[in-house]
Each structure stands twice: as structure tokens, then as C-alpha cells.
């Protein structure tokens, strides 16, 4: 048997951290397992779903390191939809309702007012032909509802039936399908709710391991029914928690709350992004993977808390200045040409900077104070100024090599008397208009003589 996952999202709006981390505990549990990995877009509803979402998703996922094995759409798979249908049907499990939401919602309140759960009470299986050919005639049209298995002879007669099943994440797990109404499977208007189509997806797929937020541990007790109902075995359930903001509150793909474009946008590293999605919420500490291959090692999804993480974008810069300070230049190379640093200078250059930066796009700067100079003149004290001239005076004459900095300070030293701060400070500032970045030590070889002069105050 190959293991076999999907990703199923709505192409309804712009995946974000959230979304990220159901697609990569997936990923990563198909890689550890040598298994297949499916792209499969919930694109049922017409109204809302988008192709310019799914191919932002696919970006995202791409941008993330994630493959899809293959790509599905639901809205190209109706035929099979409908088939199942006929089946549930001539099966007797699959029923038309004919109230509006209107009396739907009465009903509930009536039912709450009297104690009782707030389920639907299947007054659809007592209609007469007469009242369904009145309903009709009225110009109603039905939605369907999937029995769910729940009663020994009378399905108006609910009784407690429990559905277990051994959670990949949370361990045994139980739902009481009495609890529950018949979910609504087919629309008034023809088209689908996300239940059947995806049971029968999975099962057309051969989906054996089914990993999602823990939002749908209800819907999985349905959905096991389903299969069921279907003739299929049932795949592997796993159910992560959340993932919410600092304040508590959920992520949305409408909303666009740290999206993943929105991350990428603020230059932040797909490898930060990555690790803080999986790990967040686990045992796992909580560090920057320098590839999903070594984030697969980490990742364990019964290590995963069953309540939910808040997700502090705080933490992503965190791990994304950890990346930056241990990027070889191999792997920065070709984005920093985009960025117009090149030449026989951007190996050293990169050495020197990347343990300052909090972003890749931020060694632009640094380019730009060693090509010309600071970018704004720093104001010294008469005192500094004159500290600033003696010192220039001084500069070691050309070759110079890796000691130049050392050797220079060195005669600035014997010669003012100055140490430490007041030494190196009035320097740094003259030399890139900061008072703090990359060491002098491996910044003066790049500026070279002429351009060290240069900077003189």
C-alpha cells in the first residue's frame, strides 16, 4: 500500500500560515513514508471559487518546497458526484427535505426551548406523496440528507451510536452520531456540500491517511459513515490543532491574516515560514530547518498538543535572521544578482553581512554603503572630528590583507590613546554612517584604500 495524502483547500482566498501548516504535515507525512502527495482544489462552489486562488495556492506551496504528485479539481469530477448519489439513493440513505431555513431555524429553537439538542428531527421521512407533491407544486425544490446510521429500526427513534476511531494526532477518539443531524450532502440547487465529494474523492484516490486541523473531528464521524455507506474502508485520521493569532482569534483565507503572500512579501524566508508552521504547537522546539528534508526528521504528528498555538509572527524573524546568518553564499548567489550585487566582491561581501541581516533584501543597504559610502554623513564633536582626521592620517598604505584592520586600530591606539568605544565608534560611524553592523575587520578589505579615504569626515 502507498501512503496517499491530500491537501484540500477552497480556492475562496489566500492561503495562510494556518492553511501552510495542514499542507505541510501532509507533505512531511508522505515524505517520511515514501508516499504521494494530492493537490486537490474544493472548488464546489461556483460563486466563490477562483482559478487565480488556486494558482496563488499552488505558488505558495511551490514557494514552500511542496510538489503536488498530481493536481485535482471537484468541479471537473460532478459525474462521479452524481453517480454516488444514485447510489445513496437506491440504498435508502439519502433523502429529500423540503423545509426552508426559515422553519429549519424555528425548529431548532423549539427543540432548545424543550431541552433537547438542536439536530434536525427527520420530520422529511414522514411527508406523504400528497404534501411532496404540494411542496413541489409550490415550487419548492429539495435538499438531500444522508442518514446517518444511528438507530436500530426507527429513524425517528435516534439512539447513541458511537464511531471510534485511532487519531494520528489526538489518539482513540469517539463521536456520537445521535448528536448529530443528517448532513445536508446535495443543495437545493444541484450543487454540493464539501462531504460527499470529498469521501468519494478519497476513495476514488485511494487516500489512506486523511490529516487536517482538528476543526473536522465532528465531520469525521459523518464522514466514516459515509465511507461506509459507500462500501470503503475508511482511511487513517489525523487531527492537528490550530494555529491562531497572539489575540486568540482564528485565521481566515478571507481576511488574508499572515497570508502566505504576505509573509514572502515582507522577505521572509519559505524555510521560516515552514518550521514555525510545523513545529509551533508540538514538543518539537521550535528552530529554523535549513530544508523540509531535515524538517521531516523533527516532525511527529503525535508530538502535536491538542489545544490550540497562538502563532507569533514575532518568532518569524526570529528564525529567519537564524537562516540568514548560516545561508551559504551558493544558495544566495542568485537572488542577490536580482538585487544587483555581483562581482568579484559578493562572496566576501555576503560573508561579512549575513550575520547582520533580518532579511535577505536587507544586504542592499550594506551593498550600498560599501559601493558609496554612507548614506547619510554622521555629525561628530569638534573632539571626534580631530580624533577622526589623526586616525585617517594613519590608514596602512595598500597591499592590504585581513590584518589591515587590526593593524590600523593598532596605530590609532598608540598614537591617541583612545581604546575601545570612543576608539571604534567615531570609526564605524565615518566608515558606514551606523553605529552598529558587520565587522570592520571584513568590511575595510572590500571598501579598499581609495574607498576608505573617501569616507574620511
Same mark, same amino acid.
Given at each position: !500500500?502507498?501512503?496517499?495524502?491530500?491537501?484540500?483547500?477552497?480556492?475562496?482566498?489566500?492561503?495562510?500560515?494556518?492553511?501552510?501548516?495542514?499542507?505541510?504535515?501532509?507533505? %512531511?507525512?508522505?515524505?517520511?513514508?515514501?508516499?504521494?502527495?494530492?493537490?486537490?482544489?474544493? @472548488?464546489?462552489?461556483?460563486?466563490?471559487?477562483? *482559478?487565480?486562488?488556486?494558482?496563488?495556492? %499552488?505558488?505558495?506551496?511551490?514557494?514552500?518546497?511542496?510538489?503536488?504528485?498530481?493536481?485535482? #479539481?471537484?468541479?471537473?469530477?460532478?459525474?462521479? #458526484? @452524481?453517480?454516488?448519489?444514485?447510489?445513496?439513493?437506491?440504498?435508502?440513505?439519502?433523502?429529500?427535505?423540503?423545509?426552508?431555513?426559515?422553519?429549519?431555524?424555528?425548529?431548532?429553537?423549539?427543540?432548545?426551548?424543550?431541552? *433537547?439538542?438542536?439536530?434536525? &428531527?427527520?420530520?422529511?421521512?414522514?411527508?406523504?406523496?400528497?404534501?411532496? $407533491?404540494?411542496?413541489?407544486? /409550490?415550487?419548492?425544490?429539495?435538499?438531500?440528507?444522508?442518514?446517518?446510521?444511528?438507530?436500530?429500526? /426507527?429513524?425517528? *427513534?435516534?439512539?447513541?451510536?458511537?464511531?471510534?476511531?485511532? /487519531?494520528?494526532?489526538?489518539?482513540?477518539?469517539?463521536? @456520537?452520531?445521535?448528536?448529530?443531524?443528517?448532513?445536508?450532502?446535495?443543495?437545493?440547487?444541484?450543487?454540493?456540500?464539501?462531504?460527499?465529494?470529498? +469521501?468519494?474523492?478519497?476513495?476514488? !484516490?485511494?487516500?489512506?491517511?486523511?490529516?487536517?486541523? /482538528?476543526?473536522? +473531528?465532528?465531520?469525521?464521524?459523518? *464522514?466514516? $459513515?459515509?465511507?461506509?455507506?459507500? &462500501?470503503?474502508?475508511?482511511?487513517?485520521?489525523?487531527?492537528?490543532?490550530?494555529?491562531?493569532? +497572539?489575540?486568540?482569534?482564528? =485565521?481566515?483565507?478571507?481576511?488574508?491574516?499572515?497570508?502566505?503572500?504576505?509573509?514572502?512579501?515582507?522577505?521572509?524566508?519559505?524555510?521560516?515560514?515552514?518550521?514555525?508552521?510545523?513545529?509551533?504547537?508540538?514538543?518539537?522546539?521550535?528552530?529554523?530547518?535549513?530544508?523540509?528534508?531535515?524538517?521531516?526528521?523533527?516532525?511527529?504528528?503525535?508530538?502535536?498538543?491538542?489545544?490550540?498555538?497562538?502563532?507569533?509572527?514575532?518568532?518569524?524573524?526570529?528564525?529567519?535572521? $537564524?537562516?540568514?546568518?548560516?545561508?551559504?553564499?551558493?544558495?544566495?548567489?542568485?537572488?542577490?544578482?536580482?538585487?544587483?550585487?555581483?562581482?568579484?566582491?559578493?562572496?566576501?561581501?555576503? =560573508?561579512?553581512?549575513?550575520?547582520?541581516?533580518?532579511?535577505?533584501?536587507?544586504? +542592499?543597504?550594506?551593498?550600498?554603503?560599501?559601493?558609496?559610502?554612507?548614506?547619510?554623513?554622521?555629525?561628530?564633536?569638534?573632539? @571626534?572630528?580631530?580624533?577622526?582626521?589623526?586616525?585617517?592620517?594613519?590608514?596602512?598604505?595598500?597591499?592590504?590583507?585581513?590584518?589591515?584592520?587590526?593593524?590600523?586600530?593598532?596605530?590609532?591606539?598608540?598614537?591617541?590613546?583612545?581604546?575601545?568605544?570612543?576608539?571604534?565608534?567615531?570609526?564605524?560611524?565615518?566608515?558606514?554612517?551606523?553605529?552598529?553592523?558587520?565587522?570592520?575587520?571584513?568590511?575595510?578589505?572590500? !571598501?579598499?584604500?581609495?574607498?576608505? =579615504?573617501?569616507?574620511?569626515?
Amino acid at each position: !500500500m502507498t501512503v496517499t495524502v491530500r491537501f484540500a483547500p477552497s480556492p475562496t482566498g489566500r492561503i495562510h500560515i494556518g492553511n501552510a501548516r495542514t499542507a505541510l504535515f501532509n507533505w %512531511l507525512f508522505a515524505v517520511n513514508n515514501k508516499g504521494r502527495f494530492i493537490q486537490r482544489f474544493d @472548488d464546489t462552489d461556483i460563486a466563490r471559487s477562483k *482559478q487565480e486562488f488556486a494558482d496563488s495556492i %499552488l505558488y505558495d506551496l511551490h514557494w514552500l518546497g511542496v510538489f503536488p504528485d498530481v493536481t485535482e #479539481y471537484q468541479s471537473r469530477r460532478v459525474e462521479i #458526484y @452524481d453517480a454516488a448519489v444514485e447510489r445513496l439513493k437506491a440504498a435508502r440513505v439519502l433523502y429529500a427535505c423540503y423545509e426552508t431555513p426559515e422553519e429549519l431555524d424555528l425548529r431548532r429553537k423549539v427543540r432548545r426551548t424543550r431541552g *433537547q439538542p438542536p439536530v434536525y &428531527g427527520r420530520e422529511a421521512l414522514t411527508l406523504t406523496p400528497e404534501q411532496v $407533491a404540494e411542496y413541489e407544486s /409550490d415550487g419548492r425544490r429539495p435538499h438531500w440528507r444522508f442518514l446517518l446510521p444511528n438507530f436500530t429500526s /426507527d429513524p425517528l *427513534q435516534p439512539e447513541r451510536t458511537e464511531v471510534h476511531w485511532n /487519531d494520528l494526532v489526538r489518539g482513540e477518539e469517539t463521536v @456520537d452520531l445521535a448528536s448529530l443531524s443528517d448532513p445536508v450532502l446535495l443543495r437545493e440547487d444541484g450543487t454540493y456540500l464539501y462531504t460527499l465529494p470529498s +469521501v468519494v474523492d478519497d476513495i476514488e !484516490m485511494g487516500v489512506t491517511h486523511v490529516i487536517r486541523g /482538528d476543526d473536522h +473531528v465532528t465531520n469525521t464521524g459523518v *464522514q466514516i $459513515a459515509l465511507f461506509q455507506a459507500l &462500501g470503503a474502508e475508511p482511511p487513517v485520521f489525523g487531527h492537528h490543532n490550530l494555529l491562531t493569532t +497572539v489575540s486568540g482569534e482564528g =485565521l481566515s483565507k478571507r481576511t488574508g491574516a499572515l497570508s502566505i503572500e504576505s509573509l514572502r512579501g515582507d522577505g521572509i524566508e519559505p524555510m521560516a515560514v515552514a518550521s514555525l508552521a510545523v513545529l509551533v504547537g508540538t514538543s518539537e522546539n521550535v528552530t529554523a530547518a535549513h530544508d523540509l528534508s531535515e524538517l521531516a526528521r523533527h516532525f511527529d504528528p503525535a508530538a502535536t498538543s491538542k489545544s490550540a498555538s497562538k502563532f507569533d509572527p514575532d518568532e518569524l524573524f526570529v528564525l529567519n535572521r $537564524a537562516l540568514m546568518h548560516h545561508m551559504p553564499f551558493e544558495e544566495a548567489r542568485d537572488r542577490l544578482i536580482v538585487l544587483g550585487i555581483s562581482g568579484d566582491k559578493a562572496e566576501s561581501f555576503w =560573508l561579512a553581512v549575513r550575520g547582520n541581516l533580518d532579511r535577505l533584501s536587507d544586504a +542592499v543597504a550594506w551593498w550600498r554603503i560599501l559601493s558609496d559610502g554612507p548614506q547619510e554623513a554622521a555629525e561628530f564633536s569638534g573632539e @571626534d572630528r580631530d580624533f577622526l582626521h589623526q586616525a585617517f592620517d594613519l590608514l596602512p598604505e595598500e597591499p592590504w590583507n585581513g590584518t589591515v584592520w587590526k593593524d590600523w586600530t593598532g596605530k590609532i591606539r598608540e598614537a591617541t590613546g583612545r581604546k575601545g568605544k570612543p576608539l571604534f565608534m567615531p570609526l564605524r560611524l565615518a566608515l558606514t554612517g551606523r553605529s552598529s553592523g558587520p565587522e570592520l575587520a571584513d568590511l575595510l578589505p572590500l !571598501m579598499g584604500r581609495e574607498g576608505t =579615504l573617501a569616507r574620511r569626515p
